[in-house]
Nanobody
Framework: QVQLVESGGGLAQPGGSLRLSCGGS????????MRWYRQAPGKERELVAS????????IYADSVKGRFTISRDNAKNTMYLQMNNLKPEDTAVYYC???????WGQGTQVTVSS
C-alpha cells in the first residue's frame, strides 16, 4: 500500500520557521523525484520545490527562493522542507508528491500569522 505522510505543519509567526517532513512507503522512494506543492484557500495548487532522486537537481518557486530548502534522506524514505522567514502568504496546505507515479499525501496545514 502506497503512502505519503506529511507532518510538521502548524502555526508560525511571520519571520518564523517550520520544518515539514514527508515519509514514503510502499514504493521505491529513492528512485522517485519528489515535490512539495501547496494550496492556499481559493487558489490553485502550486509547485513549491522539487528534488531529484539523489538530490543533485533542485528547483524552487520564485516566491520561496532563499527562504525554503528542500532535502531528502533516501535511507529514511523521507523528504523535508525547511521553511524560514515565513510570510503570511505562505499560509496553505502543503502536500508532498511523487510525480512519476502521481502519488499524493493528505497534506499538512501551515498557518503564518501574528
Amino acid at each position: 500500500q502506497v503512502q505519503l505522510v506529511e507532518s510538521g505543519g502548524g502555526l508560525a509567526q511571520p519571520g518564523g520557521s517550520l520544518r515539514l517532513s514527508c515519509g514514503g512507503s510502499g514504493f521505491p522512494f529513492s528512485l522517485n523525484v519528489m515535490r512539495w506543492y501547496r494550496q492556499a484557500p481559493g487558489k490553485e495548487r502550486e509547485l513549491v520545490a522539487s528534488i531529484s532522486t539523489l538530490g543533485g537537481r533542485i528547483i524552487y518557486a520564485d516566491s520561496v527562493k532563499g527562504r525554503f530548502t528542500i532535502s531528502r534522506d533516501n535511507a529514511k524514505n523521507t523528504m523535508y522542507l525547511q521553511m524560514n522567514n515565513l510570510k503570511p502568504e505562505d499560509t496553505a496546505v502543503y502536500y508532498c508528491n511523487a510525480p512519476q507515479k502521481n502519488y499524493w499525501g493528505q497534506g499538512t496545514q501551515v498557518t503564518v500569522s501574528s
